[in-house]
């Protein structure tokens, strides 16, 4: 299982895609943070998280050490993925190095995008299509690092 973060959830639920979670890994964890922040006010993509609550996306509770630099939130889902040893998948890079720094795997979204198309569960047009609305949904990524997703979408 895997755990998922506030910012993977909105984007993918701003494009119509939060499927692509529960057809991956099957079902996936939050923090009740984490749900406050996706469905507390009514967003782009919020009544499709809310409507898979409890079907497979899991709110557990988890108690966050402190962490210099990190919100609560976020040192609960690093937490969360320890405990278990999941997978964490975020687009923050504070996230992404304390989880490094403890031994817990992390996934960008865009590796999971890529995951995708390696299973199969996606096509390339399906890949470029998701990454080009991921970006015009708001999520952040330079040129260099867009312009090396589309190169490792070529090699699939």
Not at 31 to 52: D, M, R, Y
Not at 108 to 117: D, E, G, K, N, P
Not at 124 to 134: P, T, Y
């Amino acid at each position: 299982m895997a755990v998922v973060d506030s910012s993977v959830l909105i984007h993918l639920a701003r494009i119509g895609r939060l499927e692509l979670l529960r057809r991956y890994f099957g079902k996936v964890k939050i923090t009740p943070s984490v749900l406050k922040e996706t469905t507390e006010e009514e967003k782009i993509g919020s009544a499709e998280i809310k409507k898979s609550i409890s079907k497979w996306i899991i709110v557990e509770s988890v108690k966050g050490e402190d962490i210099e630099g990190l919100e609560k939130a976020d040192t609960e889902l690093i937490s969360l993925a320890g405990k278990n040893r999941d997978l964490l998948i975020t687009n923050d890079l504070a996230i992404i190095s304390v989880c490094r720094s403890k031994g817990i795997k992390t996934m960008w979204i865009t590796t999971f995008i890529l995951a995708l198309l390696k299973k199969r569960y996606i096509t390339k047009k399906e890949a470029r299509k998701i990454l080009q609305d991921l970006v015009n949904s708001g999520l952040r990524l330079s040129i260099e690092v867009y312009a090396a997703i589309e190169k490792e979408i070529e090699r699939y």
